[in-house]
């Protein structure tokens, strides 16, 4: 099953964009990145979701390069509210209709005024 | 936007009791999840399920088991609580091949 590498801990500012990056050396070729936030005393909340190239949404930009080793989840203009903790996560693809999903240690995100 | 509702945010139970954990979606999901989440361990999958009245072991299913009678049911059962199933109880959805989705949680505590 693939592994992830991921900071720890960040520190930002408000309004800063913040980019977290983990690595996935042994994805495999159906497996995809998904990115979750959690905030505590709370369930992991789904981010954004991809398997190459770029991904965007509302919330947040899922850069992944075209090796697949590692991904970026990028947050533009943090505010307070986005200290939380954020798991990047490799999905195993489609095994039996459900995913497999691995929790790491995920990386505590704190901003600050 | 997708609901996950677990019925008790807290829950304080003695050894030995039966204990059910009860999660509920809206969204007509296939799969529904138990996991546990503790310091230091992360989130480790104990059931899940793929549709009515079917169930799959996940990695710690020792001391639980599970009930899906409806759809939008799943039910986490401790047979007979002990100390270390003190936990953070998430329960999660997802349609096949989605991104799962979760509840906010039952902190369970046996004395």
């Known amino acids: 099953l693939a592994k992830t590498t991921q900071p720890i801990s960040m520190d930002s500012y408000e309004g800063q964009e913040v980019n977290i990056t983990c690595s996935h050396n042994n994805i495999a070729t159906n497996d995809y990145i998904t990115w979750y936030q959690q905030f505590p005393s709370q369930g992991p909340r789904f981010i954004i979701q991809g398997y190459k190239t770029k991904v965007t949404n509302e919330v947040a930009s899922l850069f992944i390069p075209a090796d697949r080793k590692s991904s970026t989840l990028s947050l533009p203009r943090v505010s307070l509210s986005d200290t939380a903790v954020y798991y990047c996560?490799?999905?195993?693809?489609?095994?039996?209709?459900?995913?497999?999903?691995?929790f790491g240690a995920g990386t505590r995100l704190a901003v600050h005024p | 936007d997708v609901k996950v509702t677990q019925s008790s945010r807290y829950l304080v139970k003695r050894t030995g009791e039966k204990v059910f954990l009860e999660c509920v979606q809206d969204m007509d999901h296939e799969n529904m999840f138990w996991y546990r989440q503790d310091p230091g361990l992360g989130l480790r999958l104990i059931y899940f399920s793929y549709d009515v009245k079917m169930k799959e072991k996940g990695d710690i299913p020792e001391g639980y088991s599970v009930s899906r009678e409806k759809k939008e049911r799943f039910s986490l059962i401790l047979e007979s609580a002990s100390t270390n199933q003190t936990s953070m109880y998430l329960c999660?959805?997802?349609?096949?091949?989605?991104?799962?989705?979760f509840g906010d949680g039952t902190r369970l505590s046996i004395l």
């Open positions: 999660a959805s997802s349609s096949r091949g989605q991104p799962q989705h």
């Open positions: 996560l490799v999905v195993i693809g489609f095994s039996g209709g459900y995913n497999k999903l691995i």
